[in-house]
């Protein structure tokens, strides 16, 4: 079950919306070619206003309402909502909602229009954003598992073509589709993990440490702070991490429950020292500056890591999506300022449950 909402655009000649007068004439021409697909329509508040326009609300029968709102710049839109049963068609089907926005056109006249899918809103989520914070529509179907953990909100969504789909705090994180993100991040075919020490920061969907395994490296340390996290993708995502996250410990691999942070500090205590260091932790965040608590975040990573890098070690760690141009020069802005210094390359890979292309960073000292 779910609300449909259709949303219509119409881009008017200025004229058209200048004035008071002007705008009403313009909500006269709309209702009447409402009422051709609504004959029940009535009108339940309108308001007229000099700085803010007309605004109107229309129902049919108190089922289907209908809000309309007239910008004196030259814009109109038109959103249609109304409650839909599983099980029932809709009232307002594509082709029909298609040969309303032509209708409405013509007869108003407009320079442009256009009309929206149908959002569906209700009791499963369908809609997440890119990382430029556009609006993606998955074909998710099921809630599989919802819970929160001490640190975030954890949800498993099932879509149709990516299978189970990791959410952490209602951000994409991972899917059964995305083999690809996995072997970008550790550079499959070009690095060479055999007999290697590594350390994952992060990686609590059992991916990584489950790919690195089949590497033949020395020892893998994972340091991750959500133990419902493990949990959960051990139960409903075993298949990108097989039985990895069963055990804490063996012989290949140790799994710590904890802040990596305080972790990374023993470390360079202790003169441990690693070939590979992953960062699979928070994305480049999506702001003007590096300032804030996130990028900090990100400068106390970076120290850590390094120090407890071997001279000829590297560190490897995904970025953002590739349009976020700004967010990636910061980043590497914050790289350039690293001491001692280091040099970077980048990889790049679509990643099917993100819908677009991401962007890996392969980090060591220069």
């Not at 949990?231 to 409903?236: A, E, F, I, L």
């Not at 904890?258 to 999506?286: M, Q, S």
Request: with cysteine; glycine share 6%.
């Amino acid at each position: 079950m779910a609300a449909q909402t259709i949303l219509f655009d119409f881009t008017l000649d200025k004229d058209k919306t200048a004035d008071e007068e002007s705008r009403v004439k313009v909500a006269k021409i709309l209702r009447n070619e409402l009422e051709q697909v609504f004959p029940q329509l009535e009108l339940a508040y309108s308001m007229e206003s000099p700085e803010n326009g007309y605004f109107a609300v229309l129902h049919e029968n108190k089922d289907t309402v209908i809000t309309c709102r007239i910008f004196q710049h030259g814009l109109l839109t038109l959103n249609v909502e109304y409650f839909l049963p599983d099980g029932k068609e809709p009232s307002i089907s594509f082709e029909s909602a298609k040969s309303l926005e032509k209708v409405l056109a013509v007869k108003l006249k407009a320079i442009k229009a256009q009309k929206l899918p149908t959002l569906k809103r209700g009791d499963v989520s369908r809609y997440f954003p890119s990382s430029d914070e556009r609006i993606i529509e998955y074909d998710i179907d099921k809630v599989v598992y919802e819970a929160r953990s001490p640190f975030q909100k954890i949800q498993i969504m099932h879509s149709k073509t990516l299978g189970n789909m990791l959410l952490l705090d209602e951000l994409q994180n991972i899917a059964e589709s995305d083999l690809i993100y996995t072997e970008t991040l550790m550079c499959r075919g070009v690095e060479n993990y055999e007999g290697k020490e590594i350390c994952i920061l992060g990686g609590g969907d059992g991916a990584l440490l489950y790919e690195l395994l089949k590497e033949n490296p020395k020892h893998v340390v994972m340091l991750e702070i959500d133990e419902l996290v493990m949990q959960t993708c051990n139960k409903y995502l075993n298949v990108i991490c097989g039985d990895v996250l069963e055990k804490r410990k063996t012989d290949q691999y140790e799994i710590i429950v904890g802040d990596c942070v305080e972790y990374l500090k023993k470390f360079v205590a202790e003169g441990r020292k690693f070939d590979y260091v992953f960062g699979d932790l928070t994305d480049i965040p999506i702001t003007d500056a590096p300032e804030g608590e996130t990028w900090d975040f990100i400068r106390t990573i970076f120290e850590h890591s390094f120090n407890v890098l071997k001279a000829d070690g590297k560190y490897l760690t995904h970025g953002n999506g590739t349009t976020c141009k700004v967010q990636i020069r910061l980043f590497e802005e914050e790289l350039g300022l690293l001491r001692p210094k280091v040099k970077f390359t980048t990889s790049k890979a679509f990643v099917p449950s993100f819908m677009e292309e991401w962007l890996f960073y392969q980090v060591s000292f220069a």
